[in-house]
C-alpha cells in the first residue's frame, strides 16, 4: 500500500489538498482511504461529509476517517489503572472514571498515528492519504515514535528483562521493589506499536508532499519544512504551490499583475530545488467533491522520501570516516553537534534530533564537521584503543 503523508504552514490549504489528492486516486481507480485529526473536521467539511470515529465513505471507493482521540485516550487509560491496580491500591490512589477523563494535548496526534499503523497494516486499501498538522507540529509528530522509543529503551533496557526470575531476590537485596512484570509486557508492546508506526513512515512506497502558498513568507516556510524534514531523512517528493491566482487576468494595469508576479517569482525559485506542482485558486473555499475535482491536484506517483545518510571510507587516504548528511537549506551557523556516548545530538534551526551513531563510527572520535552544498559531513578519526589493529 502506498502512503502519501500531506503537510504544509499553517492556512496553506494542505486539508483541502489531502481531500483533493484522495479523491483524484479514488477517481483513478485507487481504494483510497483519507485520514485527518484535525478537531473542526475540516476534512470532512472539504469533502462535503461528516466524518468522525466511525470511517465513511465520500465517494466511490474514497473513505474519509477521523479518529476520536477521547475514546482511544480513555481506553488506553482504563487498561492502565487495571494493570496498575496494586500501585495505585499501594500509593492510596482513587481511580478516574472514563466519564471524567479528558483527553490530553497531543491525543489527536496519538490517535492519528495509531489509526495510520492500523490502516496500514490492514492492508484494505491501495492508497493512504494522511493530512498531517501544520509542519512544526507534523515535523514533532513524525519524531514522535523514534524519541518514545529512546525513553523506553533508556527507562526500561530490555535486556534487564533477562533478570525476571532473579527479581524478588534482586529487590530484597536492593531494599526497594523492582518494576513488575506487566511495566515490561507494556513497554514491549509500546515499543513495537511504535515501531510498526517508524515502518509505515520509513516504506519506500510512503512519501511526504509539502503543500504552500506562494505569498508572503512562504519561501521560508518550505526552507524550514524541508530543513526540518531532513532531519529526520526525509524529503517532500512534491511541492504544491496552492492557490495559485490567473496569470491570464493579470494584463498591464490590474491588481492582479504584482501579487501574480511575486507569486512566479517564488514559484521559480521553489523549481530549482523542488518538483512543484501548480493547483489554481478557485476564487472561493472548495466545497465538496466537485470544487475539490476542479482543483486537479496531480496524485503523481512520487518517488521514496527517504534519504539516505551514507559512510564514506577514507581511511586510505586521510585515515578518516566521513559521514554525510544531507541538510538542504541548513546554515553554518545554525548548526550545532554534541557527541554523547554512541548518539550524536543534532540540532538544525529550530530543529533537533538524537540519532544513534552507525556501528562503524562508535568506536571513533569526532575529527570535524562542514556544510557543503546543503550537505554536513562529519568526519570521524578511529580510536586507536577501540579499534581493530591489523598484524
Request: without cysteine; charged residues 25%; proline residues 7%.
Given at each position: 500500500m502506498r502512503t502519501i503523508l500531506i503537510t504544509g504552514p499553517g492556512g496553506s490549504g494542505r486539508t483541502t489538498v489531502a481531500a483533493a489528492t484522495a479523491l483524484a486516486a479514488a477517481a483513478d481507480g485507487a481504494r483510497t482511504l483519507v485520514l485527518s485529526?484535525?478537531?473542526?473536521?475540516?476534512?470532512?467539511?472539504?469533502?462535503?461529509?461528516?466524518?468522525?470515529?466511525?470511517?465513511?465513505?465520500?465517494?466511490?471507493?474514497?473513505?474519509?476517517?477521523r479518529p476520536d482521540a477521547a475514546t482511544g485516550f480513555r481506553d488506553d487509560l482504563a487498561a492502565f489503572q487495571e494493570r496498575a491496580t496494586g500501585a495505585l491500591d499501594l500509593l492510596g490512589a482513587s481511580r478516574l472514571d472514563p466519564e471524567e477523563v479528558t483527553p490530553l494535548p497531543g491525543a489527536?496526534?496519538?490517535?492519528?498515528?495509531?489509526?495510520?499503523?492500523?490502516?496500514?497494516?490492514?492492508?484494505?486499501?491501495?492508497?493512504?492519504?494522511?493530512?498531517?498538522?501544520?509542519?512544526?507540529?507534523?515535523?514533532?509528530?513524525?519524531?514522535?515514535?523514534?524519541?518514545?522509543?529512546?525513553?523506553?529503551?533508556?527507562l526500561l533496557p530490555p535486556e534487564r528483562q533477562?533478570?525476571?526470575?532473579?527479581?524478588?531476590?534482586?529487590?530484597?537485596?536492593?531494599?526497594?521493589?523492582?518494576?513488575?512484570?506487566?511495566?515490561?509486557?507494556?513497554?514491549?508492546?509500546?515499543?513495537?506499536?511504535?515501531?510498526?508506526?517508524?515502518?509505515?513512515?520509513?516504506?519506500?512506497?510512503?512519501?511526504?508532499?509539502?503543500?504552500?502558498?506562494p505569498g508572503p513568507g512562504g519561501a521560508d516556510a518550505v526552507r524550514d519544512?524541508?530543513?526540518?524534514?531532513?532531519?529526520?531523512?526525509?524529503?517532500?517528493?512534491?511541492?504544491i504551490a496552492n492557490r495559485?491566482?490567473?496569470?491570464?487576468?493579470?494584463?498591464?494595469?490590474?491588481?492582479l499583475a504584482g501579487p501574480v508576479a511575486h507569486q512566479r517569482k517564488v514559484t521559480d525559485e521553489w523549481s530549482g530545488a523542488h518538483d512543484v506542482r501548480d493547483v489554481a485558486h478557485l476564487g472561493h473555499d472548495p466545497r465538496g467533491t466537485d470544487d475539490l475535482a476542479a482543483l486537479a491536484v496531480p496524485v503523481v506517483n512520487g518517488t521514496s522520501s527517504t534519504v539516505e545518510w551514507p559512510v564514506t571510507d577514507?581511511?586510505?587516504?586521510?585515515?578518516?570516516?566521513?559521514w554525510h548528511i544531507p541538510l538542504p537549506g541548513a546554515h553554518r551557523d545554525e548548526l550545532d553537534l554534541i557527541r554523547r556516548g554512541d548518539e550524536l545530538v543534532l540540532e538544525a534551526g529550530q530543529f533537533r534530533r538524537i540519532v544513534p551513531l552507525p556501528s562503524v563510527l562508535r568506536r571513533c572520535t569526532v575529527d570535524g564537521a562542514a556544510l557543503r552544498d546543503g550537505e554536513l559531513r562529519i568526519r570521524f578519526a578511529p580510536d586507536p584503543g577501540l579499534w581493530p589493529r591489523a598484524r
Open positions: 485529526a484535525d478537531r473542526t473536521d475540516t476534512l470532512g467539511a472539504a469533502l462535503g461529509v461528516r466524518t468522525g470515529a466511525a470511517p465513511v465513505e465520500a465517494a466511490p471507493r474514497l473513505t474519509a476517517w489527536e496526534e496519538l490517535a492519528l498515528l495509531r489509526a495510520l499503523r492500523d490502516a496500514a497494516l490492514a492492508e484494505a486499501h491501495d492508497l493512504l492519504v494522511v493530512d498531517l498538522p501544520a509542519t512544526p507540529h507534523a515535523l514533532a509528530l513524525l519524531s514522535l515514535p523514534e524519541e518514545l522509543r529512546r525513553y523506553l529503551r533508556r533477562a533478570a525476571r526470575a532473579l527479581r524478588p531476590v534482586l529487590g530484597r537485596l536492593a531494599g526497594v521493589p523492582m518494576p513488575a512484570e506487566w511495566l515490561y509486557e507494556t513497554a514491549a508492546r509500546w515499543d513495537l506499536e511504535l515501531a510498526a508506526v517508524e515502518a509505515v513512515v520509513a516504506d519506500r512506497d510512503t512519501v511526504v508532499r509539502l503543500v504552500a502558498e519544512a524541508g530543513l526540518g524534514l531532513a532531519l529526520r531523512g526525509l524529503r517532500p517528493d512534491v511541492l495559485l491566482l490567473p496569470e491570464a487576468e493579470a494584463g498591464p494595469g490590474s491588481w577514507r581511511l586510505a587516504d586521510d585515515g578518516v570516516l566521513v
